[in-house]
């Protein structure tokens, strides 16, 4: 091979490497990544049992039960819908009724969400950024609150 | 002193400014006495600089709240350590050490770079100069950490829970020493640019500045990891968090700077790649200052959200991303390609290992920015999270991880692999040995948990291999492989430690993700639960008071063999200032594994949940950090970079005269 051929192959042999990588990112990123949905959103987006998706808005009050072991069960609600949700494992220390939160799971096939995590800010003094925003977005987010 | 501190601050910027411009102008117009205005203002700025930090962190001590920045994140009842560090656990006070490091780095080449051709060390500084001058523009426009109040307070509003941990006191300063670091190398390219010509000295003084800033970055990653796995109390060492991910890119990039730098060095290849690498590597560092520091992300890390420090972050990013890209892509042909190589040789591994760290790198960004791009554009919201990286990332390492016993081994120019292959057998029945124990007679075992335990084996025994190759194992008598083996150049140690550290880092992980086990529970005092052959007994909740909070701690007695082996406790702590609950998590390092428990609510019958794992070889991780750090002060003690340099300040007329471009 020339030095001229020598260097095409390895050119191209770098593209068809970064093309496999570039292929796979994008592949990924359309199976891998999880959606935001508050409750009023899921009545118009398709979410099947199954699929992993992350579920904001605020824990719902006089809705927290614990039951038997570490399962919690609550509802997230945006003031118009509401979601069941259950989880088992330790819930986040600033987890509270009317606090924000996400959690990240999957409907089961009976429509609860089944959250295998879940997150509150730590500092008391924010919300989750995608809840304030959705909150704002739907009227019901209130300035003083916030800060 | 407060005002002093502020004043000082300004004074800073001013030279900042002069750094930026009379050492540029003279080294164009080849006035030396302009030129040479460069060091002094340098080290004076990098005075002035820790002088205002010293008067803010003199603030903190003194809890003083008539300034802003001390109410809002300060207490008098906090101990003394977390007064100290709260003054850069704010995002004005972190701001203010950035610069500090900045300022520090620029001294440090004024300072030791006597040696350096004079137009060089010029441009560099007004490099550095000029970074300086956008934050400390941007520190005192936008986050000015000297504002007083009037009235004063009486008392701060504490620092939040969470950063009152030791972490702060090491973490952020080894993250920045790292990121800042990188800096230095910045402006060498940029002054390598500026110049249109790459010298002899470029490549031996950009090395070892690699290397100090990838030591502390790693360590500064480490570290963080190490604080977010105890201080969360979820038990996980790394989220795939963007915050994480801020500083992970520039250590991909790093790493793969750090090895195109020793070609550049030892074969004068690879010139342009490595010039433009550096550019890369701090673009990738003042974008990870940008999404921590901007607001456009909310965590821990985001102290505090005020759109007009993202846009003037953005600018900065902007100004100097595009301007250090639009210079490369004028002044790139100008530089002159080195030398040839056989793609099987210890360059080609080089190059390899350069690929697929960069594609790397490329992954992790577009997982990291892509969320924010869809939001700003369509409004979508997603998150990136684990199963991504999982698919993207992970395939680049393995093949990456796989080659690495073999680059010390290949020969310069020309390698010979089957040669290498022959002395890498005793590692490769090693690691097939390890993958067959791990896959089939341990619990838990997997095709992951195989695979990944005999890459880091593979990965231990091979940088063994290396050392034991060049010390002449097997082919001398056992005095002269002593005698080689102490007088191995440091770097060759350093190589071997730093791949050794990666395999450490490899096994703590999978023995963590795979042969970890996991229990949550509901406890009352006096139960006992197993977990993976241990036995923990719940003695209770016990109210105790802390300086500037209160808690509920909960004891375990852990049981061995029948016996009591002391105890773990694991608290949930009550900061009356900020109306704040933390978790303490329990941690018990038992060899190299640890227990780790963490307390849930207490429920109504006296009953609390408790989670525990059993988590086998995970200090490994970040054992295998400080390993690598090792390796990389190993490789910084090289005779050639401590000897090596003043050697040459005998000839800088000839060195300059071979280098200059034919």
Redesign the interface.
């Known amino acids: 091979m020339t030095r001229k051929q020598k260097r095409l192959s390895v050119i191209i042999a770098g593209l068809a490497f970064l093309g496999a990588a570039a292929g796979l990112t994008f592949y990924a990123l359309g199976q891998k990544a999880s959606y935001f949905y508050m409750p009023a959103d899921l009545a118009t987006a398709t979410v099947q049992p199954g699929q992993r998706i992350r579920l904001g808005g605020l824990v719902e009050k006089g809705t927290i039960v614990r039951s038997q072991g570490a399962t919690v069960a609550f509802s997230v609600t945006d003031t118009q819908k509401s979601v069941k949700v259950t989880y088992t494992g330790i819930l986040p220390d600033l987890f509270r009724e009317e606090q924000g939160v996400i959690t990240e799971g999957a409907f089961g096939p009976d429509g609860v969400f089944v959250a295998d995590s879940v997150l509150a800010k730590h500092d008391e003094r924010y919300m989750p950024k995608e809840v304030a925003d959705g909150l704002k977005a739907k009227g019901v987010w209130q300035e003083s609150k916030s800060q | 002193m407060v005002e002093t501190g502020h004043f000082a601050l300004v004074l800073a910027f001013a030279l900042s400014l002069v750094q930026m411009l009379l050492p540029l102008v003279g080294a164009r117009s080849g006035n030396r006495r302009l030129m040479a205005v460069g060091g002094p203002v340098a080290v004076t700025g990098f005075a002035l600089t820790a002088l205002s930090f010293a008067a803010l962190a003199g603030a903190y001590a003194g809890s003083d709240f008539s300034v802003a920045n001390v109410w809002e994140n300060s207490h008098s009842l906090q101990p003394m350590i977390y007064k100290i560090t709260g003054t850069w656990g704010n995002h004005e006070g972190s701001m203010l050490l950035w610069v500090l490091i900045l300022t520090f780095f620029g001294a440090l080449v004024a300072v030791f770079g006597s040696n350096l051709p004079e137009t060089l060390k010029a441009n560099v500084l007004a490099v550095q100069g000029t970074i300086g001058a956008a934050f400390f523009l941007f520190i005192l426009t936008t986050s000015n950490p000297f504002i007083r109040l009037n009235p004063a307070p009486i008392e701060g509003r504490d620092l ?1 829970p ?1 950063l009152q941990d030791l972490g702060l006191a090491i973490h952020p300063p080894l993250l920045y020493l790292g990121y800042v670091g990188f800096s230095i190398c910045f402006s060498f390219s940029v002054a390598a640019l500026i110049e249109g010509r790459i010298d002899a000295s470029w490549a031996r003084w950009v090395r070892p500045w690699t290397l100090v800033a990838w030591m502390f970055l790693t360590g500064g990653i480490a570290m963080g990891s190490y604080w977010a796995y105890y201080e969360l ?1 979820w038990g996980g060492f790394w989220f795939w968090d963007p915050v994480e991910n801020a500083s992970f890119m520039p250590w991909l990039a790093g790493t793969a700077l750090l090895h195109s730098a020793i070609v550049m060095e030892k074969r004068s290849a690879l010139k342009i790649w490595t010039l433009l690498l550096a550019i890369l590597t701090f673009s990738l560092s003042l974008l990870g200052t940008f999404l921590v520091r901007s607001g456009v992300l ?1 965590s ?1 890390h985001a102290f505090a959200t005020d759109p007009a420090r993202g846009v003037f972050i953005l600018c900065i990013l902007t100004l100097f991303i595009g301007g250090s890209l639009a210079l490369f892509a004028l002044r790139a042909s100008r530089l002159t390609a080195g030398g040839l190589f056989h ?1 099987i040789s210890r360059e080609g591994a080089l190059v390899l290992n350069n ?1 697929f760290l960069t ?1 790397a790198t ?2 992790v960004l ?2 990291t920015l ?2 924010l791009v869809l939001e700003a554009t369509t409004g ?6 684990a ?2 990286f ?3 990332f992970g ?2 390492m393995l093949p990456l991880l796989a080659i690495v016993p073999f680059g010390p081994l290949l020969a310069w120019k020309r390698g010979d692999i089957l040669a290498a292959s022959q002395r890498l057998m005793a590692a490769f029945a090693l690691a097939i040995a390890a993958m067959l124990v791990a896959g089939l007679f341990i619990d838990g075992g997997s095709v992951f948990a195989a695979l990944g335990v005999g890459l880091a084996v593979w990965l231990v025994a091979g940088a063994l291999t290396d050392l034991a190759v060049k010390s002449g194992v097997g082919s001398v008598t056992p005095a002269v492989m002593l005698r080689r083996f102490a007088g191995l150049p440091r770097s060759v140690f350093g190589t071997a430690l730093a791949h050794l550290g990666l395999g450490l880092t490899l096994l703590g992980i999978v023995g963590t993700l795979s042969f970890g086990t996991e229990k ?3 406890m009352r005092a006096g139960e006992t639960v197993d977990l993976s052959g241990h036995t923990l007994r719940f003695e209770g909740l016990f109210p105790r008071k802390g300086p500037n909070f209160t808690e509920d701690r909960g004891r375990f007695l852990l049981i061995s063999n029948g016996n009591a082996d002391g105890e773990i406790t694991s608290a ?1 702590r009550f900061y009356p200032a ?6 303490e998590s329990g941690i018990r390092t038992l060899g190299l594994s640890q227990l780790y428990l ?4 207490e ?1 109504k019958d006296g009953s609390v ?1 408790v ?1 525990l794992w059993w988590k086998p070889l995970v200090t490994l991780i970040w054992g295998g950090g400080l390993v690598m750090m090792g390796g990389a002060a190993m490789s910084l003690l090289d005779r050639r970079l401590r000897v090596g340099a003043p050697a040459r300040r005998r000839k800088p007329a000839a060195a300059a005269a071979s280098a200059s471009p034919t």
């Open positions: 939040n969470v109390g909310t821990v793609p690929l594609t490329a992954t577009v997982g892509y969320p979508g919201k997603i998150s990136v999270g199963p991504f999982d698919l993207t395939p680049l949550i529970l509901t949930k900020r109306q704040t609950v933390t978790t963490s307390l849930g609510d429920g949940v989670r």
